[in-house]
């Protein structure tokens, strides 16, 4: 296992409620500095450190997903 995770990407492909797609497309309009890939990872980072994932991936995700701008 690589020890840094930016390394290592997968496509993932998925259906979500419009609404959801809407907000994200807003979102990432209001903050050019984001986009889809960068939202989907924080969103399913936090998600993740939220609901008890110790690995420290997931948490530097999180945090970044918090901290950087």
């Given at each position: 296992?690589?020890?840094?995770?930016?390394?290592?990407?997968?496509?993932?492909?998925?259906?979500?409620?419009?609404?959801?797609?809407?907000?994200?497309?807003?979102?990432?309009?209001?903050?050019?500095?984001?986009?889809?890939?960068?939202l989907i990872t924080s969103?399913?980072?936090?998600?993740?450190?939220?609901?008890?994932?110790?690995?420290a991936c997931v948490q530097?995700?999180?945090?970044?997903?918090?901290?950087l701008r």
């Amino acid at each position: 296992m690589p020890s840094e995770s930016s390394d290592m990407a997968i496509s993932l492909e998925a259906e979500v409620p419009e609404v959801l797609f809407d907000g994200m497309r807003q979102f990432i309009e209001q903050h050019p500095q984001w986009d889809q890939y960068r939202l989907i990872t924080s969103a399913l980072a936090g998600f993740l450190f939220q609901h008890g994932c110790k690995d420290a991936c997931v948490q530097q995700h999180y945090l970044n997903g918090l901290f950087l701008r």
